[in-house]
């Protein structure tokens, strides 16, 4: 069965840098996640997306911004990165919004050096 | 403030027996809990989930129960394999509040012995 696809999947960048994140969500799902899982922790939620409209913004920073194109991928974009946002992005994405279970893809892990 | 508690960081089970991991949550607002399963350099899987309006669901070897009253949730492995091996991450969800994000907890790195 298809999954969430995310690329890349291992980024490095300079402080200061821009970065953009791609996930491409299971076919028919329309509803997409961001999260950031830092070294040791456990998955934090960024910001969400249903039918290409913003539905839900956890503690994403004002640096970071993301959309939902029609084809239902989404972007997350990330400028002048600083050492913390070193970590593991997870895309998910779900079918419905808040009505179905969040299936992940495999992650893109950022090093910002 | 971890609205969502793993407290145990490690669990070493014998392959065979049962493996038990527990999970708390502070947060009333929760309806909708999860468990995830995951290996390193992955992304969190999906195991298996359980509304608040239920006290227990079975999916073949795995099995969750909820206790709303002591806020309290655990994933019950029978029997326990060695692929079983991973971190299982606890996540909740406040759908009814219409919030989107799921709330994990810390995860517990499941060992089964052979």
């Known amino acids: 069965a298809a999954g969430v696809i995310q690329s890349p999947r291992h980024l490095i960048k300079e402080k200061r840098e821009t970065a953009t994140l791609k996930c491409y969500p299971i076919?028919?799902?329309?509803?997409v996640y961001w999260y950031q899982q830092g070294p040791g922790q456990d998955p934090q939620f960024l910001i969400s997306?249903?039918?290409?409209?913003?539905?839900d913004k956890g503690s994403i920073p004002d640096r970071f911004s993301a959309q939902q194109f029609s084809d239902y991928h989404s972007e997350l974009n990330m400028s002048s990165l600083e050492l913390g946002d070193s970590a593991l992005y997870f895309c998910?994405?779900?079918?419905?919004?808040?009505?179905?279970?969040?299936?992940f893809g495999p992650g893109t892990r950022l090093t910002v050096l | 403030d971890q609205q969502v508690k793993q407290n145990s960081p490690s669990l070493s089970v014998q392959e065979g027996r049962i493996s038990i991991l527990n999970c708390d949550y502070t947060?009333?607002?929760?309806?909708?809990f999860l468990w995830y399963k995951k290996y390193p350099a992955e992304g969190p899987t999906f195991l298996i989930s359980?509304?608040?309006?239920?006290d227990k669901n079975e999916d073949g070897r795995f099995t969750v129960f909820l206790n709303k009253s002591a806020k309290h949730l655990s994933l019950h492995i029978v029997p326990s394999q060695p692929g079983d091996s991973a971190v299982y991450f606890c996540?909740?969800?406040?759908?009814?509040?219409?919030?989107?994000?799921?709330?994990f907890g810390k995860g517990t790195h499941l060992i089964i012995q052979p």
């Open positions: 947060n009333s607002m929760f309806d909708y």
């Open positions: 359980i509304s608040s309006i239920k």
């Open positions: 076919p028919r799902h329309d509803t």
């Open positions: 996540a909740a969800s406040a759908r009814g509040g219409g919030a989107d994000g799921l709330t």
């Open positions: 997306f249903y039918e290409k409209m913003q539905s």
């Open positions: 998910a994405s779900s079918l419905g919004r808040g009505t179905d279970t969040q299936y």
